[in-house]
Each structure stands twice: as C-alpha cells, then as structure tokens.
C-alpha cells in the first residue's frame, strides 16, 4: 500500500477500521545480553514499532519474551550474563527463550528509542514460582523506532534543454529558481524541523509527471515548486495551488505553459473494494486541499513582509505538478522574468535571500500548523 498508510494526517483509525492498518511489528536487527550489576540487561535493536511481553515459565526455569509477528535478524541465540544463561529465538512461537541459571524476574531497563531494553535480577524462588502460576506477562511494553523528520521535496522548475523563461536581459528561469531552491534548502535544514530534497540538484531536464512521481515515491509531506515565469504585464511574487478551473486567465495560461508534458501517474490504494477506494480517495483529497491552501496562505504572508506581491496573489490553477493527490503542494512564482524590474532582482542574491527566507518561515509554520508528524520507521 506504499506509504499511503503512513501519512499521518490521513488518520491510521481509518486505515485500522479498514483492516488496512500497518502491522505493528517490526524487525529484531541485533541483540545481547550483558551484565548489568547484579542483573543481566537483554538490549534488542528494533526496526519499526514491535509490541512485546515476557512471562515465566517453568520446568525448566525460562523467561519467554514474546515478540509476536517480529521478524528476527538478530544472532540466533545469545550468550548469557548473571541469571542468564543464555536465549534463543523460537521462529515459529515468534518468541524468545530465555534460559536461567537461577530464579529472576525481568524489569523494564533503562529506555532506549528503538530499543527493547529489560533487566532480568534474580528474584526469591517463590516469586518466580508465583509469576509461572500466575501464567500471565509479568512485564510488557512497545518498542518505537525513532521516526524520521518529515520530508519537504523542493522542485526547481525546468532545466536543462527547457530553460523556462528568458528576460529581456537573458536571465534564465531555470538558474534562478535552482539558486531558489538550494537557498531555501539550506535555511529549511538549518532549521532541523524536516528533510528537504529537490527534484533536480543540477541543471538537467526533469518531466513533469517524474517532480510528481518523485515526491510520492518518498512520501513526501509537502511539495514546493519553484519558478520565474513570463506573463506580459505581470509584476512580484505568487502562488498558486491546484484547479481544474483557473482563477484567472493568466493562471491558466501559465499553467498552459507549464503542462507540456502531461499525466500524474496511478493512486496506490490498499486492496479494499472500489467503494471503500473512492471513500479514502475523496477524504485524502480534501486533506491534500486544505494543506495546500495552509501553505498558499502562509507563502502570501510571509512573501508580502519581503518582495512585492502580485495583486490577489493566491490563484488557482491546473498545473500537473501540483496534482499528487495526496501530497499538498504549491507552486510559487517567485516574480516574472518577463517584467525587467522582477529580473533585475531575481539576478541578485539578496533578493533571492529574502525569498527563501520568506519561503521558510512559511514551510516552518505550516509544518507546525499541520502537526505533520514524522513518518515512522
Ligand atoms: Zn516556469
């Protein structure tokens, strides 16, 4: 189901009630067991989220760690320390078996992101007999992966053989929102709030539909493309977000412009029927809207305390890289190369400065705004 079900704004309960919620099980990808004082301290590295319990089992005396639907790459059994003996993996009880020298009971250890931590001390014989007969887990627990920062994919406009706009001075579009965005890259991870990656680092040719797909493929939180285009008589900064009608008819002659290659490639749902498809499709659809006119309205803002701003400088249009379903996205014109006074300041740094501070004061708050949690694993 690709990362659909881990994008956290479309609510995992609905996924879960589908019966299409992620497994919470994950993989042991190490393990040991060291003295710890009088204890011996059981440390499993976890990949993902992996729930566990322990119970006490007799005859012969053993700790069972349960670690239900876990995949295990950890060594296939482990040496023991004070109480331990040592433990194996039983692959087919998705358990790990723990051997004593001597009565003990486990306790959870100190805590550790992305790890299973127990201490296992030594216990009087009737407590270990007392936990056996109980038959029920003496001690459990979830282990969580620490989980990524949210990822900001940044698209320069154009490059390569398309050069995107010229201005009369020969400013080319696609060096300036490349500049844009490494600038703006730069202020967003100084910031450690996301990731940032950008469709094109250099100055080559991307297709429309593969910015698209570039994003999706990565799950992306959000996604920002840059440009500087030509619209006669057009002056200052803009944004525009997703149509199919366009506000106005510049918009839709730059979107015009900017659709020569078309297609925003296949939703992947989870496999539930098409009725329960259209549902998920509509619900991520509206969530895609309002988290792209979150940014829109924060971009204006934080854009009108630096450059001058296109009038009613929020518009719609049917630009095919803003048209992941499921990935609120923005297009900004950062000014038009058509007009000679936006050249003259897209050519210098400065200005370019005050853009991409301005952009990332807006990404910043819609991050917050948004609550976009980091997707795990
Ligand atoms: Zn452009």
Sequence with gaps: MSGLGRRPLLGLGLFAALGAAPARAGSIVGGSIAAAGPAARLALPVQGDQRWSVRALDDPRRLALHLPGATWRGPASLRGAGPVRAARFVESDDMLLIDLAAPALPRGGPARAGHIVIDIRRAPAADFAAAVRAGRDVLAGVARTPAALPLVVLDPGHGGRDPGAIGAAGTQEKR?????????????????????????????FVPLADRVEFARRRDAALFVSLHADSAPGARGASVYTLSETASDAMSEALARRENRADIAGGLRLPSVSPEVQRILISLMRQETRAGSARIARLAVRELGEEVPLLPNTHREASFVVLKAPEIPSALIELGFLSDPRDEAALRRPDHRARLASALARAVRHWLEATGVQAAAG
């Design 176 to 204: 300036i929102v490349l500049a844009a965005a490494l600038d703006l890259k730069a202020r967003l991870e100084a910031a450690r709030t996301c990731r940032v990656v950008l469709t094109r680092t250099r100055d080559v």
